[in-house]
C-alpha cells in the first residue's frame, strides 16, 4: 500500500518536472534564433523596398550569420533601402530593374568587380498593376499580363542567364511564391498565373544547374503585410481567414521565410533542389 502510494507520488513528481520542462523548452523555442555559419558566403538579393519586406528580412538574417550581401533595387526604392542596409555589414547596393536587360547586365557587371563570385540569389521580386489584383482574371489586358509575368517570373531566367557563370558550385537559387500559383484565390489572379510560371522556371533552372551542383527552390510563403500585398484588393482578409484556417491557428512573419531561406542556403539542404517549400503555418493542408 505504501509503495503504491509512493510510485504515485514519485510519477506525479515526474509529471510535474517534465511539464515544467516541456514549457520550457518550448518557452526557449519562441526566443529561438537560429545559426549557421555562412561566414565567406555571398548573396545577391532582389526585391528590398521597405523593412517589411521578405527580401529584407532574408537579406538581414542571411547577413547575421555572416555572410556578405549585395542588394539589386529599383531606382524608386534606393531612399528606403540605403537607410535599411546601414544595418547590413559593407553591403553592396546598386539599382537593378527585371524590366531593363542593360540594367540587369550592369548590375552583375558591377557584382563581378566587388564579389569575383558568390554563392546565393535570392528573388524576391513581383509586380502587377493593382486594377488587375481584383474582380475578375479574365479582365487582364495584353499589356497588363505580359508585364507581371516580365517582372514576376520572366525574371529569374533573366537574372539566372546575366549571373550563372559568376556562381560558385554548391550555391543556392531562392524565389518567392504563393499558393495562389496551384489553387485560384480570389483577386490574386495574374499573380497567381505568375506565380505558376515563377515555379515551373524553378523546376527548370534546378535541371539546368544542377550538373554544377546549384540548387534552386522556391518558398511558398502565407500572406504577410507588405507593400507588394497591399496592392491585392481584401489583403486584410487573406490575412485573418489564414489565421483562422492555419493549422497552427496563425499567421506567418518574414522571419519565419527567411530562417527557411537560410536554411536553403546552408548544407543542410544539400541534396533539395527543384522543389516548392510552404511555410504559412498549415494553411495549404488543411481540408475543411
Ligand atoms: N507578402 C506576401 O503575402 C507574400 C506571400 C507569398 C509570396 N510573396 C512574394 O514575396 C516576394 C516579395 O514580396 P514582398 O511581399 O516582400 O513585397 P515587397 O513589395 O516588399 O517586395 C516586392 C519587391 O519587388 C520589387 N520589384 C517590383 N517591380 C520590380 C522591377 N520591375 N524590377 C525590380 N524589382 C521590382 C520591388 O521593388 C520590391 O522590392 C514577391 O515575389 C511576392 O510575390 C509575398
Redesign the pocket.
Given at each position: 500500500m505504501m509503495s503504491k502510494m509512493m510510485n504515485k507520488v514519485k510519477k506525479w513528481a515526474y509529471d510535474k518536472q517534465f511539464y515544467k520542462e516541456a514549457e520550457k523548452r518550448r518557452e526557449e523555442g519562441k526566443k529561438m534564433d537560429v545559426g549557421f555559419d555562412l561566414k565567406g558566403k555571398k548573396a545577391v538579393v532582389?526585391?528590398?523596398?521597405?523593412e517589411?519586406?521578405?527580401?529584407?528580412?532574408i537579406a538581414k538574417t542571411l547577413n547575421d550569420n555572416g555572410c556578405k550581401i549585395a542588394v539589386?533595387?529599383?531606382e524608386?526604392?534606393g531612399d528606403y533601402?540605403k537607410e535599411l542596409a546601414k544595418e547590413l555589414d559593407d553591403p553592396v547596393l546598386e539599382v537593378?530593374?527585371?524590366?531593363?536587360d542593360e540594367l540587369i547586365e550592369s548590375f552583375f557587371k558591377r557584382i563581378e568587380k566587388e564579389f569575383g563570385k558568390f554563392d546565393y540569389l535570392i528573388?524576391?521580386?513581383?509586380?502587377a498593376k493593382k486594377d488587375f489584383l481584383q474582380g475578375k482574371f479574365y479582365e487582364v489586358n495584353r499589356k497588363g499580363y505580359n508585364t507581371a509575368q516580365?517582372?514576376?517570373a520572366f525574371?529569374l531566367a533573366a537574372i539566372v542567364k546575366a549571373s550563372n557563370h559568376l556562381m560558385n558550385e554548391e550555391g543556392s537559387i531562392i524565389?518567392?511564391?504563393?499558393?495562389?500559383s496551384v489553387m485560384a484565390m480570389p483577386n490574386y489572379n495574374v499573380?497567381g498565373v505568375?506565380?505558376a510560371a515563377?515555379e515551373s522556371s524553378v523546376r527548370y533552372v534546378a535541371m539546368d544547374l544542377g550538373e554544377r551542383g546549384i540548387r534552386v527552390n522556391g518558398?511558398?510563403?502565407?500572406?504577410?503585410?507588405?507593400?507588394?500585398?497591399?496592392?491585392?484588393s481584401g489583403?486584410s482578409e487573406?490575412?485573418s481567414h489564414a489565421e483562422e484556417k492555419a493549422l497552427l491557428k496563425r499567421n506567418i512573419e518574414?522571419k519565419d521565410?527567411a530562417n527557411l531561406a537560410l536554411f536553403l542556403c546552408s548544407d543542410l539542404s544539400r541534396n533539395i533542389t527543384g522543389q516548392i517549400l510552404y511555410v504559412d503555418a498549415g494553411y495549404c493542408v488543411n481540408g475543411m
Open positions: 532582389f526585391g528590398i523596398a521597405s517589411k519586406s521578405i527580401g529584407w528580412a539589386g533595387y529599383q524608386r526604392a533601402v537593378c530593374d527585371m524590366m531593363n528573388h524576391s521580386v513581383a509586380f516580365e517582372v514576376s525574371s524565389a518567392m511564391t504563393y499558393l495562389g499573380m505568375c506565380k515563377l518558398i511558398s510563403a502565407g500572406p504577410i503585410a507588405t507593400l507588394a500585398a497591399s496592392g491585392i489583403f487573406m490575412l518574414q521565410v
